[in-house]
């Protein structure tokens, strides 16, 4: 069982910048993808971004919805089993739970493909 835990979400107003991270005590942590997910009230979860495992080809590869390309970053820290999701120039329209996902493999845009979930935290990007 993958356990994983979200931090650093908080209030900010539109135009801020908050790093989201994303921490898990398996071992396994560097061969799987990592995801981030949100959930804005009375919506379905939406892909927001994905990194890819560094077992594989072109690892590191990451991936993001038009909604938030070139505005967050998604990167891995290995070594602390940990991965960040910046977050800038942000949006009222960005706030929403986000949610961490992870799984074995390449990535995916679609949350039925990840096993493993955070509890999510809460982002609110007033105007």
């Known amino acids: 069982q993958v356990v994983l835990v979200e931090s650093g979400g908080g209030l900010v107003q539109a135009g801020g910048s908050l790093r989201l991270s994303c921490t898990t005590s398996?071992?396994?942590?560097?061969?799987?993808?990592v995801a981030w997910f949100r959930q804005a009230p009375g919506k379905e979860r939406e892909f927001v971004s994905f990194?890819?495992?560094?077992?594989?080809?072109?690892?590191?590869?990451?991936s993001y919805a038009d909604s938030v390309k070139g505005r967050f970053t998604l990167s891995r820290d290995n070594a602390l089993n940990t991965a960040y999701l910046q977050m800038n120039s942000l949006k009222p329209e960005d706030t929403a739970v986000y949610y961490c996902?992870?799984?074995?493999?390449?990535?995916?845009?679609?949350?039925?493909?990840?096993?493993?979930w955070g509890q999510g935290t809460q982002v609110t990007v007033s105007t």
């Open positions: 996902a992870a799984r074995e493999g390449t990535g995916s845009e679609y949350r039925s493909n990840y096993p493993y």
């Open positions: 398996s071992r396994a942590f560097s061969t799987y993808a």
């Open positions: 990194i890819r495992g560094t077992r594989w080809t072109g690892g590191d590869f990451t």
